[in-house]
């Protein structure tokens, strides 16, 4: 696959990079892409592709995370573009090109646009980037810089949530298992919950100021 893209670069390469952007004390945003034009129309082997072909992607995310819990990866999905090299394959493959610039406004790369992706394996896409953020954010490293910021944070490290969650995406991306979904649950809950905590703690801010305006009247 890296050869069809002309990358020119290895996932040896890659996670060197890594090594020395920790050393240095760099923060990384990496993204990967997945979902490129397959090598056959038998739609058994275009399966088998591209499980492969994600899986491979997910376990380099896998191996850059365990060097530097802290990087931030994003997974997007491919989308043709005319006069690109990979354009006349996609269209040999079946991708039926929009015909305005409107059309064309409705494609992005984090939505399925080709026909040998079904939505099942989209879905499956952003599962992995959820896993991803989970990874980061709930790793032992990313927890200590959080250190003081809310009593929030105190409790989950009391109760072991973070850990809990974390030992559970680990498993994820070592096993590649997808099955049972619950990361979009686990984002609903901490936005409600963190919602909730920057409210009560804009109470007490505004409780303190009226406190102080009422000792100067005094």
């Known amino acids: 696959m890296l050869n069809l893209i002309n990358k020119n670069i290895t996932p040896e390469m890659t996670l060197e990079c890594v090594k020395k952007a920790k050393k240095y004390n760099i923060n990384l945003i990496i993204s990967l892409m997945t979902n490129f034009p397959p090598s056959s ?6 399966k088998k592709e591209l499980k492969r072909e994600l899986n491979n ?3 380099l995310a896998r191996k ?3 060097i530097n819990p802290l990087v931030s990866i994003m ?3 491919f989308t043709p573009y005319p006069c690109t090299p990979l354009y006349q394959l996609c269209l040999k493959r079946g991708f039926k090109s929009p015909e305005n610039l409107e059309g064309w406004g409705k494609i992005s790369l984090n939505i399925r646009s080709v026909p ?3 939505d099942e394996h989209m879905k499956r896409i952003k599962l992995l980037n959820d896993i991803f953020v989970l ?3 709930t790793s032992p490293e990313y927890v200590k810089l959080k250190k003081g910021k809310s009593s929030l944070h105190y409790i989950l490290i009391y109760l072991g949530i973070y850990k809990m969650v974390n030992l559970f995406v680990l498993f994820r991306l070592k096993f590649k298992f997808y099955f049972l979904p619950i990361e979009r649950l686990l984002f609903s809950v901490s936005v409600i919950l963190y919602n909730r905590n920057n409210i ?4 007490k801010k505004f409780a303190k100021r009226d406190n102080k305006k009422r000792a100067i009247n005094c």
């Open 41 to 46: 129309d038998d739609p058994k082997l275009i």
């Open 57 to 59: 992607t997910v376990e």
């Open 64 to 66: 850059i995370l365990k």
């Open 75 to 77: 997974l997007f999905s």
């Open 116 to 118: 040998w992706v079904n």
């Open 135 to 137: 990874r980061k954010i």
């Open 200 to 203: 009560t703690g804009l109470f």
